[in-house]
């Protein structure tokens, strides 16, 4: 099995184009996972429906062009809000079995250090009752164990845990916030990974607690969705495939040096300018970001909390910069609101790179 | 003279507590000249009053410190937009006579190369009629001449010319779009710093020809000015003081590294990192941005030209964490709207930078 | 044949589970028309996918339940912006073939005056180099014209011309303003309805001469049409059913009176506190609003223009109060921007009214 | 002492030149109470400060033009928010000492029934501890019962309780939201007036109990404010002046005859169709507008909840329609958020009339 990642640009929410072109490059029947991340452009408001769209069309192309049990075995992840330096665009990250002969051809066997590894889980639909409750964390924790075994890895092995969380109860009309719902399934994934002490995450910790977190895992939550979705990514020993990934803690929505670090680390090179050499080689960089919990940054006051927009739109829209400074391009995967992912105001940077000239012909 | 810049933090538009401490240690017997540069933190919207709330207060504060003569002076400058990473504050810059005993004391000299020197001029009320027009360059052009002559620079000394313009002629209710109003202040400044040719600037080309722009200039458009006003800094050799100006034109939105030349080229140390070693030696990082006429970055598609929001807000956002990633504080005075300022979708870089350790005692 | 109109709501801009049920009540082999009118609840701004949404999906329920015939004899128009009082919901209007039994039953014969019939046009693809000129304007003329036969209306018989005409052009990409696709599109209708001099419909009056507009057309801009698509409402005399529809001009956005009259016309009994008896029997009401184009309402200063947001939401958001406390609901679907459908500032209320009690058992 | 109302608009919140000449016109020696309601043009967001502006210059008019003292004795309202059909503009409410010769003239008597009268009260600061408490309720009732005092009214003679009250303590950073603000004012104003029963004026109840409400009170609450401020309005028996004062409960936001029996009761006339037949006889009209905690309207879903805009700011505009349309201008001061001032959903109407041509010449 070797994992691919395909990035497409899109012309708008409802544009599938670019998207069935690298459908299209896959033989559904060796496709064993199958992954969609999605940046789609709405206003990121409560009246914003471009996921809704998106996500719509992307579910159409993937059963017209794979079919329905590649549909099934697929995790769609769309996260609203492409703003600032941000280019809308998604991630096609496919899990497929080898065509023969290029195995054999492969004689240089499989990379030192392993290669990128995806596994993924999905807990069994989460009741009204259970919303935001220890249970919602204990179907997080299931569901993320479930993707790291998928995938092959161990919990340390694993470099992004990455968590879709519902916001409601489908069998009765309850419903938590968007914090609170993240809150819960970054604590099942910390569980998950063992990152926390079990006798920690209780209730009152929930979104309070915040120096409770889990160091790999990204959430995202979602009012569509019935289950908690799991996509588990990591360097697997053994693995077959070339890319390397790498992730690491950001101290805050300034860390520009910790994205490099990152980079590096996923095997990018960087200029004596600080910036990545060759950006085609970065097959995707996915950055949560977030704000502190008074609204400062550096021990200075910033309007994340006191504007008329949305944190997360300012967060986004900052780290788009950012981490678009390093990488010379607006394709990354920004989103926001670190809960219990980071240190209060931190956040996650996730590369994954392609082996350079050098090293591939090594 | 020397001229001093402080900055100050603000708790809302209208709050005048700090900006009050720094007018307090100002003698105003000694004060040639005062600009005062504020970012306010309203919506940026069409309907946002913070920044005439804070025009309001700030005159006030200097009336009741400094009297009508030194407010006479002052050329203020309230710019609305401090989201993302930056923190709402301001610049007061003072152009002061020495006291006798320090200037005396004084043995080392002027700085070789210079020191920070700043000027002032203003137009005369720009009519309906004018508006928009050649006139209106002309008249911006001649307040830069002004001003340049008050700092007591040569054209190709000055480092940044900061042109305040009006939209809306005060005999007659004609009104220019923001983006004209500044294409007109930028292109006088253009011709007054002797960087464009005097014969492409025809009207067919304001706001249009994007080859045709000023490597030095920030402008800034203002419905309340009556008049053009401008304020020139940049380095004049034998000044006293020790501030060090540098200024340099930016690529794009996302070039970090040019910002980071501009404040190396002004004195301030770099880590290996790529971050600004001792934040407190910036007296003062201005940095206007840009988006390119087409909404593209790099190439690829942003939705700055497609959003509910206005582009100049996206591009504010970007820099400051592009800005403030490299300076490792929120403290810079971002706008956006780099029209006949920079290339199509550039921008431009000032940094004023205070001596060292080592400098300041060799 | 016969017009019936059935209305539903929705839960979201993707929820066709209540249209779904209406089109279940219809025999696709005696739909000769139809015609699906919503309102979305997106934000209305430039990144609003709400009506993209909710016309993919419903395309997806017409074809599923009436199959691809009557989808290309179905008009869609969906229109972005439910606020205020307004309930999201749509129009389904069917132009059916009667069941013989049932038609043999009826030996009351036609109603006198008429009953309401429909019609559809549609033009051409509209060239790049055609949209906003004189050859758009030719377009919809035409597209009117055949939407009046094909409802077999007199011009002068028509009370409504529903008019969607695209922003682009398919060929290359040529873009002008929805107030620009509005006014060719209005001034399409005025001609086909006899209702201007063709003399003065010339470019330098394109949005501009405001004493020039039709008196029953509301026009609509559509960034995803490629055709002029017209809907044609009014009573034939002679025609079978017995809805009945009448329209009339309003003043401004305050004229509940004129929305009062139309109703009263349409045949809707009022109460003597000026509310409609029994809004059951009012089948469909929409209203076309619009400001004053120096965004004055009855010589006072409004701040349509001069407020962070659209004029149109502001105008949409009045009339749903206006025209709802007179129809004591928020089922209406309320339009803004009357150019060339109204005097400056004024607009369009069309009814369609059920028969009551005693007329039905006549 | 007779209570007159002028009105001003203002070209920007900035702007007090119409305000300044209503203040000439009045001789501070004759002012006893003197009150300034104002609805302001900013954007209704956090980050509006265009209330702040207007604040700060009324004052400063004030002070100017009728001195220390009588800035004392007056009772500042500004409330931002002036969408939709509303022109921005304020209300400047004096009660003044008739100068001898005109009372001596005035052979005529009070009028029967009584003419309007006016009383403030102020609490005391409002500490941290005691915001949003049963303490806060109970300073709320003492200002109240104080400006029912003042007034010279019994409890059942008021017609409006204006009531402003404050977000923050003034001691420590503690802060309720603005429902949970208004909720303490409200009560407290319906303790006074003897509207409800002490017994639930409990916490519990704050916000919750939606059955228990003033049905005379209008609240705002305000970041600035350290103190409840009341201004009270009613008839007094005995009053001279001849303005007539009527209040009336709101089903919902849509109830235009709730609106014309209040208009009706203060001794307006209207015409057949539902319109003020002079609407310069209508010295004031407020209205203060809610929406059901559930969103919807008359039994249907409305958007007000689910958009991207606050749902004041929906119900802003749509009663401005409402009422607008009756009284045929847009000089109503519309606010919004009913919570314990009406039923769930429901508003208060207040009128203030001149008396007619006949009445006048009787």
Chains 1, 2, 3, 4 share one sequence.
Request: net charge neutral; hydrophobic share 45%; proline share 5%.
């Amino acid at each position: 099995m070797t994992v691919r990642i395909d990035s497409f640009d899109t012309a708008g929410p409802g544009d599938t184009a670019a998207l069935s072109a690298c459908l299209d490059a896959l033989d559904p029947a060796r496709v064993r996972r199958l992954a969609l991340l999605v940046k789609t452009e709405g206003s990121a408001d409560t009246n914003d429906f471009s996921r809704e769209l998106a996500s719509w069309r992307a579910r159409e192309a993937v059963l017209a062009r794979l079919g329905t049990e590649v549909l099934e075995r697929t995790v769609f992840l769309h996260s609203t809000g492409a703003e600032g330096a941000m280019t809308p665009f998604g991630y096609l990250i496919a899990d497929v079995a080898e065509e023969p002969a290029a195995a054999a051809q492969d004689a240089s066997g499989p990379a030192p250090g392993g290669a990128l590894s995806m596994g993924v889980g999905r807990s069994r639909t989460v009741r009204g009752s259970e919303i935001g409750s220890p249970q919602h964390v204990a179907l997080a924790e299931r569901a993320v164990a479930d993707a790291v075994a998928d995938a092959g890895l161990t919990p340390q092995q694993v470099a992004l845990a990455l968590v879709k969380t519902p916001l409601t109860g489908h069998d009765e009309p309850v419903r938590v916030t968007s914090a609170q719902a993240k809150a819960v399934g970054a604590l099942g994934a910390a569980l998950a990974l063992g990152e926390v002490d079990p006798a920690r995450v209780v209730p009152a910790a929930f979104g309070r607690d915040l120096t409770l977190y889990s160091r790999r895992t990204m959430v995202f939550s979602s009012s569509e969705a019935a289950r908690v979705e799991v996509l588990v990514l990591g360097n697997r020993p053994g693995a077959t495939g070339t890319l390397r990934i790498a992730s690491g803690q950001l101290a805050d929505v300034l860390d520009a040096p910790g994205i490099r670090r990152v980079l590096a680390a996923a095997g990018a090179g960087l200029t004596a300018e600080g910036t990545v050499r060759d950006p085609d080689r970065v097959a995707a960089l996915l950055v949560k970001a977030g704000h502190r919990h008074d609204g400062t940054l550096r021990g200075a006051r910033t309007t994340v909390l006191t504007s008329h927009l949305d944190p997360d739109k300012h967060i986004r829209m900052v780290m788009s910069g950012v981490a678009g400074s390093v990488l010379g391009s607006g394709r990354i995967f920004v989103s926001a609101n670190s809960v219990h992912q980071a240190s209060d105001g931190g956040g996650l940077c996730v590369a994954v790179v392609r082996p350079g000239a050098a090293e591939a012909g090594a």
